[in-house]
């Protein structure tokens, strides 16, 4: 789990982050989501592709409950 902290495509750094909240905040119509890390914009890209159904039997795979 520490090791995704230190990757660049699963992390952001504090300030990129702040960088997109400004940008939330000070827009005139703000988005529902915002993306920041490159491994969060392939999955919204990944979710349009496969569509809703395909992507979230995507996810179910890959988040297994042990229940």
Do not use: C
Not at 6 to 29: C, G, N
Not at 42 to 48: C, E, K
Not at 49 to 57: P, R, S, W
Request: glycine content about 4%; hydrophobic content about 40%; aromatic content about 8%.
């Amino acid at each position: 789990m520490t090791d995704s902290y230190r990757s660049r495509a699963l992390s952001a750094s504090p300030e990129a982050v702040a960088e997109v909240i400004a940008r939330a905040v000070t827009s005139h119509r703000p988005r529902t989501r915002y993306v920041v890390t490159p491994a969060a914009k392939a999955l919204v890209h990944t979710r349009r592709l496969l569509g809703a159904g395909v992507f979230d039997a995507y996810l179910r795979r890959q988040f297994k409950s042990g229940a």
